[in-house]
């Protein structure tokens, strides 16, 4: 009985020191999302391999929610840095700023394409935006102009005739992947604008214009395949009628099970990522808590091992992962910010 | 009705109840049989993906040591050769001296990938135990990239056409000549068991996780066991039967059927955002662990107490011990057994546990090894959602072999429960 309140008491004692404990920090803290937490990871490893520091901790929280808990506030219990696959929103700017975060410096690292695959043993489907959008909107232009209509097309070849008779049956993220939302700002808004009435009514009602464009249809044509993008890669190469939508990085892996669609003709490849030319790429980008920089041991060494040639260089070892670098000029000018701390402006 | 006629009617419907129970034991077989289909469908698809990932492919390279590379400065300072020693170049020399024919500068960057990047921390940490090696040529067995030791496996297709593979016929010739130079074998993959995580997946291993997962259960059985027995001793030994013991009963079996996740947003609201513990910490995990096995543990040692006779208690009384030695001196002893199995598998339960330390930020990139209960870390199942979400192909085989180390603690601990209960546990 003794040692059991003994211990009781020393576990009580040792849960009310935690914040002793927490009041400085040895390592940098790192949120945010999934898509750059494997390249951020990398950096991470060899900063820490390399360097006197401990090695960065870094979770996979998402775009959104890693700004969330990076806006949070000033102080060793939040995050240092925050991973996003798109640009920080005016809200979370101000949010940032209302919580007494005011300098953020903005780190843009590389390109990441989101590719349409297959089965290699099917043959290499040959999409535009449009068809995606057409395949895979919840409600679609009728025959007259202005009108809706539920989706009715239940076959590629229904989409567009030069496509094979094959039903549609897309494998792709959910709705809380930033893959998703990019996916439906690219490729399905970027198929729907092709339409002329669709186009006028951005201006007019933007609203209403991002309902049509960015909602993915629920009747089963499109299947939510969680978060795991090789879970997606296996049930393709099981399926070769299905098709996939992932990140790069997955087809890159995968290149002997699944190919890429082409979109508006053109293959997702690393050069045409990386020259811009594949319409389904997006930038990705780091942000970092300039009040955190003197105070939390690191942060510098890790701005600096991810902006070095070596790490996101053409020939870098993030590219070896999938990063699609930013041409020289693009890449020097935010290395140079990053070491700067220049704080970014909204 | 007389005698006769009820022996009839008895008769007469002997054989269909013979033939309900023929049928009901059947239903039984079959069921057992079924899970014990799922289970070995199960057993076999995990080991049959992972049990490749206990071995390694190495490469035997003829290292040169050589102090211009490693100790440009020529200080001999150990700590100054571990920041600016190029112990990689001193790899990529011994990989371009086994391949002479090799000129060409893209040829000489695949040939670079024959080695795992982490070679070269390798190396270093071979010249920390002897620094007797450097200038010396030595033969040393080298870690083989993930994507060599894929080919070596066979999980690769050879087969498949050149541009659909990501292991070029050029490589795939050089692992030939090294495998016929006895230059290339597979070995027993020590670094899977001493290693943290890493995102190159040959360097990549389990013990940060397991010690994570250690430190977290320590933390939740110091708490939980302890509070779990009082709360069960207090409720069943001196608690009187009211509306109050009754609400607070109810509350604990519904406690235990609330889903895991809950748990881990108290947490975060809690510990993390109200004391203001660190994220990411085994203490913040097992705390939030404790809550959540708290009424387990407290249900199985209240059955626990109730199955000890009450003619115990009563001659415990009757001799004149007092109501807390009667429950200390005679009834917990009792008792101990059917406690201890319920906190095993509380704990058991535990350890498979992910939902909830999402919330507390014990999803994450941890490559160093944890110190401590305050140091960030992650634990076991983590691990395994982390590594199954990986691009890399070698962490697929990574991901079932986490899963088996993962297996074998379950079956450990609740081998333990089976144990316990069989050597103390008294029947009456």
């Known amino acids: 009985m003794k040692t059991t309140s003994l211990l009781l008491t020393a576990a009580i004692a040792a849960a009310f020191s935690a914040n002793v404990n927490a009041a400085g920090r040895d390592y940098v803290s790192i949120v945010g999302s999934s898509t750059v937490y494997p390249f951020a990871t990398v950096v991470a490893e060899h900063f820490g391999k390399t360097s006197e520091y401990k090695t960065p901790k870094i979770e996979s929280t998402g775009s959104g929610g890693g700004l969330k808990l990076f806006c949070a506030g000033v102080g060793v219990e939040h995050p240092d840095i925050t991973n996003a696959s798109r640009r920080i929103k005016k809200s979370e700017y101000d949010q940032c700023q209302g919580n007494g975060v005011k300098d953020i410096v903005e780190v843009k690292i590389g390109y990441d394409g989101i590719a349409v695959a297959n089965s290699k043993e099917a043959p290499r489907f040959e999409l535009t935006r449009k068809d995606l959008f057409l395949a895979l909107a919840k409600q679609v232009p009728g025959e007259k102009e202005g009108e809706l209509i539920d989706n009715p097309y239940t076959t590629w070849k229904q989409v567009n005739a030069s496509l094979p008779d094959i039903k549609i049956e897309v494998l792709g993220p959910p709705p809380t992947s930033g893959t998703r939302d990019a996916f439906a700002e690219l490729a399905m808004e970027g198929g729907c604008k092709k339409i002329d009435w669709i186009h006028d009514m951005k201006k007019k009602d933007k609203k209403a214009y991002k309902a049509i464009c960015h909602t993915i249809r629920e009747d089963g044509a499109y299947i939510e395949a969680g978060e795991n993008d090789n879970l997606i890669v296996q049930k393709l190469a099981a399926n070769p009628n299905a098709l996939g939508v992932f990140g790069f990085s997955f087809l890159e892996e995968n290149a002997d099970k699944i190919q890429g669609s082409t979109v508006d003709g053109i293959a997702p490849e690393f050069d045409s990522i990386a020259d811009g030319s594949y319409p389904v790429s997006r930038p990705l980008f780091f942000y970092v808590k300039k009040a955190h920089v003197d105070s939390v041991p690191g942060i510098r060494g890790y701005i600096a091992e991810f902006t070095s040639e070596k790490a996101w260089g053409d020939e870098g070892y993030l590219s070896e992962r999938g990063l699609i670098p930013m041409p020289k000029e693009e890449r020097a000018k935010f290395a140079k910010d990053a070491a700067d701390l220049t704080p970014l402006a909204m | ?428």
């Open chain 2, 1 to 428: 009705m007389s005698n006769q006629e009820s022996m009839n009617r008895v008769r007469a419907g002997l054989a269909r109840r013979y033939a309900a129970e023929r049928r009901f034991r059947m239903y039984g077989v079959i069921a057992i049989l079924l899970s014990l289909a799922f289970l070995l469908m199960l057993f076999v698809s995990i080991i049959g993906n992972g049990y490749t990932a206990f071995q390694q492919t190495y490469i035997k390279l003829d290292v040169n040591f050589d102090p211009a590379m490693l100790d440009p400065t020529g200080s001999g300072d150990m700590k100054i050769i571990n920041r600016t020693g190029d112990f990689q170049g001193v790899i990529k020399q011994a990989l371009r001296d086994a391949f002479p024919g090799v000129t060409k500068r893209g040829d000489k960057r695949n040939l670079y990938g024959l080695v795992s990047g982490g070679a070269g921390f390798e190396l270093r940490d071979r010249l920390h135990a002897d620094p007797g090696l450097m200038g010396r040529t030595v033969s040393i067995w080298v870690t083989a990239d993930a994507e060599i030791d894929m080919v070596v496996k066979g999980h690769i297709d050879r087969e498949v056409p050149e541009d659909d593979r990501r292991v070029k016929d050029q490589t795939i010739a050089w692992i030939d000549a090294l495998v016929a130079e006895d230059r290339l074998e597979k070995r027993f993959n020590i670094t899977f068991f001493t290693a943290g995580d890493s995102r190159n997946p040959e360097q990549a291993g389990i013990w940060g996780a397991a010690v994570g997962s250690v430190y977290t259960l320590i933390v939740t059985l110091v708490l939980s066991f302890p509070i779990g027995v009082a709360a069960a001793i207090y409720l069943e030994e001196f608690a009187p039967t009211n509306r109050f013991t009754d609400f607070i009963e109810v509350n604990i079996n519904n406690l235990a059927a609330v889903p895991s996740i809950v748990f881990g947003l108290l947490g975060l609201a809690v510990f993390i955002n109200f004391f203001g513990m660190p994220r990411s910490a085994p203490m913040v995990g097992g705390l939030v662990l404790t809550l959540m096995t708290l009424p387990t543990i407290i249900i199985a040692s209240r059955a626990a107490l109730k199955s000890v006779p009450p003619s115990i208690r009563e001659a415990a009384l009757g001799i004149g011990a007092s109501k807390m030695q009667m429950v200390f001196h005679h009834v917990l002893p009792l008792a101990m057994p059917g406690m201890l199995t319920g906190a095993i598998i509380g704990m058991a339960q535990a350890l498979g546990e992910t939902a909830p330390l999402l919330m507390i930020g014990m999803v994450a990139f941890i490559v160093d090894i944890p110190g401590g209960v305050f140091d960030p870390s992650t634990v076991l199942p983590v691990q395994i959602y982390l590594w199954a979400d990986s691009p890399e192909r070698a962490f697929v085989e990574r991901t079932s072999a986490a899963i088996m180390v993962l297996l074998a603690f379950l079956v450990t601990m609740n081998a333990l429960a089976v144990l316990l209960r069989k050597r103390f546990e008294k029947r009456w």
